[in-house]
């Protein structure tokens, strides 16, 4: 599926963290993990007059049963019939390889990531690039990693190394590859904190801003406290522009449907309308606090995007 007539407020990753960076919030990259869920992730972002992100990692398409042909479709179905306004970005997170990056890319996605952290730097160059060269040419923006950020729950990665990203070698990684955003470890980790609590290195972003002026990025978001995440974001020259919140999501979607484990994409489009109704009420109102007290995004749909 090829979106041609894409809506004007769908818009790529590099022109809603443009305006974010200069206005001084982050937009929150929120993951449904299911297609019922994107839904009430836009509903969020329309009450709350706020720019987001809706994404999808490739363990995730892999893990709920989804493809990236499904989940855009859903994604533009939603926004034309609740008729959202807001800025939107249609992200895949965390992918290794070409393959899935063109499909999303052939879904309508606006933005991808390659992640090839767990690559020495050069490799990880050589990779960057190549899906750079193939995404800035089809109009879509390009995230990528480097270091390597903790995770609890291999849903989005399949590491729990942690390795803080260099700064020295951010500033090499930016410039030979070009990307638009960069994800950066930190002290964030995916997942749950069961016992590890997050720790923001403002020193090493800052840092990292100074030498270079690329978007930095925040992985991990679920479980950070907001005034931690207040400091990230108002770093002079700027901070972190976009964080990632998946956990918390789902976490409030199980919740309230009184369950315990993950279900696939397909138990819950089965899900009973109440139940279903009960769930996407939870996902909307956890998405609403996100962007109204950790982001401070809301009331900023209507402050323009940069070119």
């Given amino acids: 599926m090829t979106v041609r007539n894409r809506p004007d407020n769908v818009i ?60 855009g479709e859903e994604f533009y179905r939603q926004i034309r019939e609740l008729r959202i306004t807001v800025p939107a970005v ?54 990528a990693e480097l270091g390597m950020i903790g995770t609890t729950d291999f849903i989005e990665t399949d590491e729990d190394e942690e390795l803080y990203t260099d700064p020295e070698e951010a500033m090499r990684f930016v410039r030979e590859t070009g990307v638009d955003a960069l994800a950066v470890s ?44 207040a400091s990230a974001i108002h770093l002079p020259g700027g901070g972190i522009s976009k964080v990632n919140i998946a956990t918390d999501l789902e976490l409030a979607l199980l919740a309230a449907l009184g369950r315990e484990q993950r279900m696939t994409n397909a138990e819950c489009k089965a899900l009973p309308s109440e139940q279903l109704e009960r769930g996407r009420n939870a996902v909307r109102a956890a998405v609403a606090d996100k962007i109204r007290h950790f982001l401070g995004s809301a009331g900023r749909a209507n402050e323009g995007t940069e070119s």
């Fill in 90 to 143: 249609l992200h895949l997170d965390h992918t290794k390889g070409l393959a899935t990056i063109a499909q999303a890319i052939e879904a309508g996605f606006t933005s991808v990531m390659i992640d090839a952290s767990e690559h020495v730097l050069d490799e990880n160059i050589r990779l960057t690039k190549e899906v750079v060269e193939y995404a800035r040419a089809r109009g879509v923006s390009v995230e």
């Fill in 12 to 71: 790529t990753l590099k022109k809603a963290l443009e305006t974010a960076e200069k206005r001084g919030y982050a937009v929150g990259s929120f993951s449904p993990r299911y297609t019922p869920i994107v839904k009430p992730v836009l509903q969020a972002g329309q009450e709350t007059s706020s720019p987001l992100i809706v994404q999808i990692s490739e363990k995730e398409l892999a893990r709920y049963g989804i493809a990236p042909q499904e989940f």
């Fill in 186 to 229: 930190c002290g964030t980790a995916h997942g749950v904190y069961n016992v590890r609590q997050p720790k923001i290195d403002l020193d090493r972003l800052a840092a990292i801003r100074r030498l270079t002026p690329v978007h930095l990025v925040l992985h991990g978001g679920s479980g950070v406290p907001a005034d931690m995440m």
